[in-house]
């Protein structure tokens, strides 16, 4: 597995800090309010132990950034849950304790690993992020250019926070149409999203081809900006 960047390491580690505050935050409110149930306090523990898991993980480089979004996700899901379960037995008070001190306002906020949008460095190179699945170790691109050949295409340049980047430079002077491949072996397959109506906006903007049953393939049209997907999705973000 692949080191988690500075950066991934860095933001993870000042979430699970917020995170923390808040559950002091909540030990307050529960102390002040003099009473507590059992289901509150096994929920505490709980958020507490996950907090300490996904710390040594992150310390130990023994997750990948995928992991952590999700950890993340669950951690913060929980703390407003059982925030909103705290502001409950106390009336409403605490929610106006102060402020901070909440879960709610946990200090860590959604923690980012992958790129929302792409960053566009202003030169007239094309530069493709895709967020991968953990334990990825190695991207292509595969497509009409390089045969379909799942080990034919370029190799993607590993980010380290859980996403890889082709670039192109110059880039294409044509439209582009392809799929991501992992290790050299397998394509992804969005047949089954195609046919969710999940790439209805790729299909109605032209970057999208499938007859919604044997193939599915993306498509970057000529001049449209670098863009930022994640494997196995017919999510985009673009700038033009």
């Known amino acids: 597995m692949a080191a988690l960047n500075a950066t991934v390491s860095a933001q993870t580690t000042a979430t699970l800090e917020g995170f923390q505050k808040a559950v002091e935050g909540i030990i307050e409110q529960l102390t002040a309010l003099g009473t507590t149930s059992q289901d ?30 999700e950890a ?12 909103e379960n705290v502001l409950h037995h106390s009336g ?32 007239d190179a094309l530069n493709l992020t895709v967020a991968v699945p953990c334990g990825t170790t190695m991207v292509r691109l595969s497509g009409p250019w390089w045969g379909w050949d799942p080990s034919g295409g370029p190799v993607g340049v590993d980010n380290g926070d859980g996403t890889f980047t082709f670039t192109f430079d110059p880039a294409p002077t044509e439209n582009m149409e392809y799929l991501y491949t992992l290790d050299g072996v397998s394509y992804e397959n969005l047949v089954d999203n195609a046919q969710n109506a999940e790439c209805t906006d790729r299909v109605d903007g032209g970057r999208f081809n ?14 449209s900006g670098d863009q930022a997907e994640t494997y196995d999705s017919c999510s985009i973000d673009t700038i033009d």
């Open 92 to 123: 409403g008070g605490a929610h106006h304790s102060g402020g901070g001190s909440h879960a709610h306002h946990s200090g860590g906020g959604s923690l980012d690993l992958f790129p929302s949008e792409p960053t566009d460095n202003g030169d």
């Open 210 to 223: 499938t007859d919604y049953f044997s193939y599915a393939n993306r498509i970057w049209i000529l001049d």
């Open 40 to 69: 509150i306090y096994l929920n505490l523990l709980g958020i507490m132990e996950q907090i300490s898991a996904l710390a040594e993980q992150v310390a130990s480089n023994s997750a990948c950034a995928s992991d952590i979004r």
């Open 72 to 83: 993340i996700a669950a951690i913060e899901d929980a703390l407003n849950k059982l925030n």
